[in-house]
């Protein structure tokens, strides 16, 4: 039976129809709270008279047992005798007689009321992870105001007070929780609820502002997250710095000659090839030289410059779509070669050239990215510019590629981020991408469906 909200009545699974006023007798007797009513007590209380007539306590007795009578051969529904042990028959010496009484017997999971404190003083008791569940359980069975028919009624009043303000202590202890175990986004939609329910509650309002403050500071400079579909894969963008992210692997561009010396001329200091012998290998190109040969050993030379056609730099060439994976520390830079440095020391790239090179980076990046996340900058926006490509479709291809690899590996890496510069920012419309992704979810998973043999 449920009493949080409208009255419901289900006999095994089977709901069964009450009349208003017998739906009124039955949750009157809920909130008795398992305590025996008088018939005279239920007949004032369920049928409200206004005028009290002569010999009326007879027939008033006997609206009650034709209630009472009803409501058992309901219960009945579920097996004979059912009715008579759930709504029980006493009887009670007064001064004006011996009254009727009846009390409602029903176990704990019969009643959605008596379910809903069990859960949440369970909760009370429980570690957060346990607390969560319980809660959320209790929740679920509330379908609104508890006892509506009779809660405006003076007996009401302290069984509706209760179970109201057991929902909220479970709402606030559902955020603890979902707080103690740092999932502040499951958090913040209860909260918001709580905030919208009591309006003139200046804690609910606390609470909320707290959340949505820590939720901002986690996301930090992030401006988009989206979990593919069917995968625990995120494709995540961010502003900033690649060498700021230092919880992933990254990705970073090069010619065809894997130049790492940044003299302004062949490599310049302000490039992301640049700052990766900065930032990560403390200046010395060597170092990094030195790691690059050793990968390289395992990929056939395009060929040889001659030191009179190319004067500066390395002069053996790789073909477009070379990847090296690069250890650093615990984690991998995976340099991929994705333009053509000309003997006058330009690089050369185009979308053909990128959509390769991008497509045998991921592989690469399945094998030896220990399945971390990775981080890729805007590749194709440094001095090799690919000008038939904006800013927005260098993330689109970059993602493009990246899902199509998951049909080949699903677990090529658990997060996609891609690092966008502040003042690339302007000009990349992310809504684009958001959409991009949405509709690859409704058109189908990113990676072939399991089979089972």
């Known amino acids: 039976m449920s009493v949080l909200g ?59 047992q034709k209630r009472i009578l009803e409501l058992r051969r309901a219960f009945d529904l579920a097996g004979p005798g059912r009715g008579a042990r759930i709504i029980r028959t006493g009887q009670l010496p007064s001064g004006r007689g011996t009254q009727s009484t009846y009390q409602l017997n029903l176990a704990e999971d019969e009643l959605d009321s008596t379910e809903f404190t069990r859960l949440i003083c369970d909760a009370l008791r429980a570690a957060p992870a346990s607390a969560v ?86 996301h930090g400079d992030e401006l988009l997250r989206h979990t593919l579909r069917g995968l625990r894969v995120d494709v995540v963008v961010v502003r900033g710095d690649l060498f700021d992210q230092q919880d992933t692997n990254l990705v970073v561009g090069f010619s065809d000659t894997f130049d790492t010396f940044a003299d302004d001329v062949v490599i310049s200091r302000e490039s992301v090839q640049g700052q990766l012998v900065d930032r990560l290998f403390g200046g010395r190109h060597r170092l990094l030289d030195d790691k690059l040969r050793r990968g390289l050993g395992a990929f056939t030379p395009l060929a040889t410059e001659s030191v009179r056609a190319k004067r500066r730099g390395r002069r053996i060439r790789y073909p477009i779509g070379t990847v090296v994976a690069v250890p650093v520390g615990t984690r991998r830079v995976f340099a991929l070669a994705y333009s053509r440095l000309g ?98 979810d409704e058109r189908g998973p990113a990676y072939p469906p399991a089979t089972v043999r």
Do not use: C
């Not at 699974?13 to 208003?20: D, F, K, N, S, Y």
């Not at 008088?38 to 007539?53: G, H, M, S």
């Not at 379908?143 to 606030?172: D, I, K, N, S, Y």
């Not at 080949?408 to 690339?424: G, K, N, Y």
């Open 133 to 218: 569940r319980l809660l959320a359980e209790a929740l679920r069975l509330w379908r609104g105001r508890p006892l509506t028919e009779v809660h405006e009624e003076e007996f009401a009043l302290a069984p509706v007070r209760r179970l109201v303000q057991l929902r909220e202590t479970a709402l606030r202890e559902l955020v603890h929780g979902h707080t103690a175990l740092g999932r502040y986004d499951l958090a913040l939609p209860v909260a918001e609820q709580t905030a919208l329910e009591r309006p003139g509650d200046p804690e609910a309002a606390a609470v909320l502002a707290r959340l949505n403050a820590r939720l901002r500071e986690r």
């Open 343 to 440: 003997n006058d020391l330009r690089a050369r790239s185009g979308p053909a050239d990128l959509r390769l090179s991008l497509d045998r980076l991921w592989p690469t990046v399945a094998l030896h990215g220990l399945f971390k996340p990775v981080a890729i900058p805007l590749i194709g926006m440094g001095l090799s510019r690919i000008v038939e490509l904006d800013r927005t479709q260098l993330v689109l291809m970059i993602v493009e590629t990246f899902m199509q690899s998951l049909r080949q590996d699903p677990a090529v890496s658990p997060e996609l981020r891609i690092v966008v510069r502040a003042d690339d920012l302007e000009r990349t419309d992310l809504s684009a991408v958001e959409a991009f992704l949405r509709g690859a």
């Open 6 to 64: 409208p009255a419901r009545l289900d006999v095994n699974g089977t709901p069964v129809r009450l009349t208003p006023l017998t739906a009124r007798l039955l949750v009157r007797l809920v909130a008795a709270e398992g305590e025996a009513v008088t018939a005279r007590r239920l007949y004032r209380d369920v049928w409200q008279p206004t005028v009290e007539l002569p010999r009326q306590e007879l027939r008033n007795r006997n609206e009650v």
